[in-house]
């Protein structure tokens, strides 16, 4: 099994989200497979980048392969993965594997198919905040470990947004019962 580099995220934003899902996302060990991404472009108006720089979003504007951690108002922590300057792509959702009994904990939940499912859960389970913008993803705590083969892929529409919510860039696994939602 390979580790991620930099260079994996220095791709458009559509590649790289759906390159993700089936990759193992582990923050000091605790994670799994990513089941679900969402993909934002720097000219695309639901991207946090789109208006340009701003001190929340310095890190979209960053090298590629970092983190983009921001807070979902005002209430969950989201992590994204940096690809070209101004794009993202949002985790969604994991199949928890690795380290479950602290995913637990921290979210105070036993149900494995809800404990990573959408964003907010993810990063509470994964004990990720706003401490981990900017950090790399091919050092520690992070670790994103290609699985090989990439599981099939449905896309859609993404979810939760206002603006760009008919571009078909939610990607998740065909089939995964981790998902945030369904896909349409």
Same mark, same amino acid.
């Given at each position: ?16 989200? $759906?390159? !993700?899902?089936?990759?193992? +996302? #582990?923050?000091? =060990?605790? /994670? ?74 921290? $979210?105070? !939940?036993?149900?494995?198919? +809800? #404990?990573?499912? =959408?964003? /907010? ?64």
């Amino acid at each position: 099994m390979e580790t991620l580099s930099p260079a994996f995220f220095d791709r458009d934003v559509e590649t790289v989200a $759906r390159a !993700l899902v089936g990759v193992t +996302l #582990l923050v000091d =060990g605790t /994670g799994g497979p990513i089941v679900e991404t969402e993909a934002y472009a720097a000219d695309d108006p639901a991207a946090h980048s789109f208006r340009g720089p701003t001190p929340r979003n310095a890190a979209m504007f960053g090298p590629p392969g970092h983190a983009y951690v921001y807070r979902s108002y005002g209430l969950h922590w989201c992590l994204n993965v940096v690809c070209r300057p101004g794009s993202a792509v949002l985790i969604r959702a994991i199949e928890p594997l690795e380290g479950v009994a602290r995913m637990v904990q921290r $979210r105070g !939940l036993s149900d494995l198919r +809800l #404990l990573c499912a =959408g964003p /907010g859960r993810l990063c509470q389970a994964l004990g990720v905040d706003k401490s981990l913008d900017g950090a790399p993803l091919d050092r520690p705590p992070f670790a994103l470990i290609d699985a090989g083969a990439a599981p099939p892929l449905l896309a859609g529409p993404r979810i939760g947004i206002s603006v760009g919510v008919d571009t078909p860039w939610r990607f998740c696994a065909a089939g995964s019962r981790y998902l945030s939602k369904p896909p349409r």
